[in-house]
Antibody
Framework: QVQLQQWGAGLLKPSETLSLTCVVY????????WSWIRQPPGKGLEWVGE???????NYTPSLKSRVTISLDTSKNHFSLNLSSVTAADTAVYYC??????????????WGQGTLVTVSS | DIQMTQSPSSVSASVGDRVTITCRAS??????LVWYQQKPGKAPKLLIY???SLQSGVPSRFSGSGSGTDFTLTISSLQPEDFATYYC?????????FGQGTKVEIK
Protein backbone atom coordinates (compact mmCIF):
# COMPACT_ATOMS: atom_id res chain seq x y z
CA GLN A 1 0.00 0.00 0.00
CA VAL A 2 1.42 3.35 -1.03
CA GLN A 3 1.58 6.01 1.65
CA LEU A 4 2.91 9.54 1.49
CA GLN A 5 3.97 11.11 4.76
CA GLN A 6 4.98 14.74 4.87
CA TRP A 7 6.49 17.08 7.41
CA GLY A 8 7.93 20.54 7.78
CA ALA A 9 7.67 23.78 9.71
CA GLY A 10 4.13 25.01 10.18
CA LEU A 11 4.75 28.62 11.22
CA LEU A 12 6.95 31.02 9.28
CA LYS A 13 7.67 34.71 9.32
CA PRO A 14 7.44 36.80 6.15
CA SER A 15 10.56 36.51 3.96
CA GLU A 16 11.51 33.10 5.37
CA THR A 17 11.75 29.92 3.30
CA LEU A 18 9.11 27.23 3.44
CA SER A 19 10.59 23.72 3.44
CA LEU A 20 8.53 20.54 3.30
CA THR A 21 9.53 16.92 2.76
CA CYS A 22 7.40 14.00 1.64
CA VAL A 23 8.46 10.37 2.12
CA VAL A 24 6.97 7.65 -0.05
CA TYR A 25 6.33 4.27 1.53
CA UNK A 26 5.41 1.23 -0.52
CA UNK A 27 5.36 0.93 -4.30
CA UNK A 28 7.99 2.12 -6.73
CA UNK A 29 9.47 5.58 -6.57
CA UNK A 30 10.38 5.69 -10.24
CA UNK A 31 8.05 6.43 -13.09
CA UNK A 32 5.84 8.94 -11.30
CA UNK A 33 5.40 12.69 -11.22
CA TRP A 34 6.01 13.82 -7.64
CA SER A 35 3.97 16.92 -7.00
CA TRP A 36 3.03 19.62 -4.53
CA ILE A 37 -0.45 21.12 -4.37
CA ARG A 38 -1.65 23.76 -1.93
CA GLN A 39 -4.99 24.92 -0.60
CA PRO A 40 -5.44 28.28 1.15
CA PRO A 41 -7.86 28.10 4.10
CA GLY A 42 -11.42 27.77 2.86
CA LYS A 43 -10.37 27.89 -0.79
CA GLY A 44 -9.68 25.57 -3.71
CA LEU A 45 -6.69 23.58 -4.87
CA GLU A 46 -3.66 25.14 -6.54
CA TRP A 47 -0.97 23.07 -8.23
CA VAL A 48 2.48 24.28 -7.17
CA GLY A 49 4.75 22.09 -9.26
CA GLU A 50 6.17 18.67 -9.99
CA UNK A 51 9.30 16.71 -10.71
CA UNK A 52 8.96 14.09 -13.41
CA UNK A 53 10.66 10.70 -13.81
CA UNK A 54 13.56 12.22 -15.73
CA UNK A 55 14.15 14.78 -13.00
CA UNK A 56 12.71 17.71 -14.92
CA UNK A 57 10.75 20.18 -12.85
CA ASN A 58 7.70 22.21 -13.83
CA TYR A 59 6.21 24.97 -11.71
CA THR A 60 3.17 27.12 -11.75
CA PRO A 61 4.13 30.44 -13.37
CA SER A 62 3.12 32.65 -10.44
CA LEU A 63 5.54 30.85 -8.09
CA LYS A 64 8.27 29.84 -10.53
CA SER A 65 10.82 32.40 -9.33
CA ARG A 66 10.53 31.23 -5.70
CA VAL A 67 9.94 27.48 -5.80
CA THR A 68 12.24 24.48 -6.00
CA ILE A 69 11.20 20.84 -5.99
CA SER A 70 13.89 18.20 -5.57
CA LEU A 71 14.07 14.44 -5.34
CA ASP A 72 16.21 12.04 -3.31
CA THR A 73 15.64 8.60 -4.76
CA SER A 74 18.00 6.95 -2.27
CA LYS A 75 15.67 7.99 0.55
CA ASN A 76 12.39 7.76 -1.39
CA HIS A 77 11.55 11.34 -0.65
CA PHE A 78 11.00 14.64 -2.40
CA SER A 79 10.98 18.17 -1.11
CA LEU A 80 9.49 21.60 -1.64
CA ASN A 81 11.25 24.87 -0.96
CA LEU A 82 9.41 28.16 -1.37
CA SER A 83 11.44 31.27 -0.66
CA SER A 84 10.44 34.74 0.49
CA VAL A 85 7.05 33.69 1.77
CA THR A 86 4.26 36.16 2.48
CA ALA A 87 0.85 35.83 4.07
CA ALA A 88 -0.51 34.88 0.64
CA ASP A 89 1.46 31.62 0.90
CA THR A 90 -0.52 30.53 3.95
CA ALA A 91 -2.15 27.25 2.97
CA VAL A 92 -2.35 23.54 3.54
CA TYR A 93 0.38 22.01 1.39
CA TYR A 94 -0.11 18.51 0.05
CA CYS A 95 2.40 16.22 -1.58
CA UNK A 96 0.95 13.88 -4.17
CA UNK A 97 1.91 11.14 -6.58
CA UNK A 98 1.13 11.95 -10.19
CA UNK A 99 0.32 9.05 -12.46
CA UNK A 100 0.68 9.75 -16.17
CA UNK A 101 -1.55 7.67 -18.44
CA UNK A 102 -2.93 8.08 -21.96
CA UNK A 103 -5.45 10.41 -20.30
CA UNK A 104 -2.84 12.72 -18.85
CA UNK A 105 -1.81 13.25 -15.25
CA UNK A 106 -3.93 12.44 -12.21
CA UNK A 107 -2.97 12.46 -8.55
CA UNK A 108 -3.72 9.05 -7.08
CA UNK A 109 -2.02 9.20 -3.68
CA TRP A 110 -1.76 12.21 -1.40
CA GLY A 111 0.03 13.11 1.79
CA GLN A 112 -1.92 14.10 4.87
CA GLY A 113 -1.31 17.82 4.32
CA THR A 114 0.68 20.37 6.31
CA LEU A 115 -0.80 23.70 7.34
CA VAL A 116 1.81 26.40 6.80
CA THR A 117 0.98 29.76 8.32
CA VAL A 118 2.97 32.87 7.46
CA SER A 119 2.64 35.54 10.11
CA SER A 120 4.86 38.15 11.71
CA ASP B 1 -3.53 28.68 -18.58
CA ILE B 2 -6.62 26.53 -18.99
CA GLN B 3 -9.40 27.81 -16.71
CA MET B 4 -11.71 25.24 -15.18
CA THR B 5 -15.19 26.42 -14.13
CA GLN B 6 -17.49 24.26 -12.06
CA SER B 7 -21.19 24.68 -11.52
CA PRO B 8 -22.96 24.92 -9.26
CA SER B 9 -20.68 26.14 -6.46
CA SER B 10 -22.85 24.27 -4.01
CA VAL B 11 -25.81 21.94 -4.14
CA SER B 12 -28.18 20.79 -1.41
CA ALA B 13 -29.45 17.26 -1.82
CA SER B 14 -30.95 14.40 0.11
CA VAL B 15 -29.79 10.83 0.53
CA GLY B 16 -30.88 8.89 -2.53
CA ASP B 17 -30.92 11.91 -4.85
CA ARG B 18 -29.18 12.02 -8.18
CA VAL B 19 -26.61 14.80 -8.26
CA THR B 20 -24.87 16.21 -11.32
CA ILE B 21 -21.89 18.57 -11.27
CA THR B 22 -20.59 20.32 -14.36
CA CYS B 23 -17.04 21.32 -15.24
CA ARG B 24 -16.17 23.48 -18.23
CA ALA B 25 -12.66 24.01 -19.61
CA SER B 26 -11.67 27.28 -21.27
CA UNK B 27 -10.24 25.31 -24.17
CA UNK B 28 -10.50 21.77 -25.45
CA UNK B 29 -8.81 19.11 -23.31
CA UNK B 30 -10.00 15.97 -25.09
CA UNK B 31 -10.85 13.50 -22.32
CA UNK B 32 -8.03 14.64 -20.04
CA LEU B 33 -10.24 15.46 -17.09
CA VAL B 34 -10.00 14.21 -13.50
CA TRP B 35 -12.48 14.36 -10.61
CA TYR B 36 -11.62 14.36 -6.89
CA GLN B 37 -13.63 14.22 -3.70
CA GLN B 38 -12.47 16.09 -0.62
CA LYS B 39 -13.89 15.84 2.88
CA PRO B 40 -13.16 18.47 5.55
CA GLY B 41 -9.66 18.22 6.95
CA LYS B 42 -8.68 15.47 4.52
CA ALA B 43 -6.65 15.22 1.34
CA PRO B 44 -8.52 14.93 -1.95
CA LYS B 45 -9.34 11.45 -3.20
CA LEU B 46 -9.14 10.47 -6.86
CA LEU B 47 -12.54 9.39 -8.20
CA ILE B 48 -12.41 9.48 -11.98
CA TYR B 49 -9.67 9.97 -14.57
CA UNK B 50 -9.86 10.22 -18.33
CA UNK B 51 -13.25 11.90 -17.90
CA UNK B 52 -15.08 8.61 -17.37
CA SER B 53 -12.74 5.93 -15.99
CA LEU B 54 -13.54 4.98 -12.41
CA GLN B 55 -10.55 4.74 -10.08
CA SER B 56 -10.17 1.35 -8.42
CA GLY B 57 -12.26 1.06 -5.27
CA VAL B 58 -14.62 3.94 -6.09
CA PRO B 59 -18.31 2.99 -5.91
CA SER B 60 -20.13 2.56 -9.19
CA ARG B 61 -22.71 5.22 -8.25
CA PHE B 62 -20.08 7.71 -9.37
CA SER B 63 -19.77 8.28 -13.10
CA GLY B 64 -18.21 10.83 -15.38
CA SER B 65 -18.79 11.90 -18.94
CA GLY B 66 -17.81 14.49 -21.50
CA SER B 67 -14.99 15.48 -23.79
CA GLY B 68 -13.57 18.62 -25.28
CA THR B 69 -14.71 21.44 -22.99
CA ASP B 70 -17.78 20.16 -21.15
CA PHE B 71 -17.78 17.44 -18.51
CA THR B 72 -20.10 16.09 -15.84
CA LEU B 73 -19.77 14.11 -12.65
CA THR B 74 -22.91 12.24 -11.62
CA ILE B 75 -23.70 10.56 -8.33
CA SER B 76 -26.62 8.30 -9.14
CA SER B 77 -27.93 7.82 -5.59
CA LEU B 78 -26.36 10.07 -2.98
CA GLN B 79 -25.12 8.32 0.15
CA PRO B 80 -24.32 9.91 3.52
CA GLU B 81 -20.59 9.49 2.94
CA ASP B 82 -20.80 11.44 -0.35
CA PHE B 83 -21.37 14.82 1.31
CA ALA B 84 -18.11 16.53 0.41
CA THR B 85 -16.53 18.99 -2.00
CA TYR B 86 -15.77 17.85 -5.53
CA TYR B 87 -13.06 19.25 -7.77
CA CYS B 88 -12.28 18.78 -11.43
CA UNK B 89 -8.73 19.05 -12.78
CA UNK B 90 -7.49 19.30 -16.34
CA UNK B 91 -4.75 16.77 -17.07
CA UNK B 92 -3.87 18.17 -20.47
CA UNK B 93 -1.24 20.84 -20.00
CA UNK B 94 0.83 23.06 -17.72
CA UNK B 95 0.05 24.50 -15.34
CA UNK B 96 -2.24 21.80 -13.95
CA UNK B 97 -5.44 23.60 -12.97
CA PHE B 98 -8.45 22.77 -10.84
CA GLY B 99 -12.01 23.95 -10.78
CA GLN B 100 -13.08 26.04 -7.81
CA GLY B 101 -14.99 23.16 -6.26
CA THR B 102 -18.62 22.15 -5.75
CA LYS B 103 -19.83 21.51 -2.23
CA VAL B 104 -22.51 18.85 -1.88
CA GLU B 105 -24.49 19.58 1.27
CA ILE B 106 -27.24 17.83 3.14
CA LYS B 107 -30.71 19.19 2.38
Amino acid sequence: QVQLQQWGAGLLKPSETLSLTCVVYGGSFSGYYWSWIRQPPGKGLEWVGEINPSGTTNYTPSLKSRVTISLDTSKNHFSLNLSSVTAADTAVYYCARGLYTIFGLSFDYWGQGTLVTVSS
Amino acid sequence: DIQMTQSPSSVSASVGDRVTITCRASQGIRSWLVWYQQKPGKAPKLLIYGASSLQSGVPSRFSGSGSGTDFTLTISSLQPEDFATYYCQQANSFPRTFGQGTKVEIK
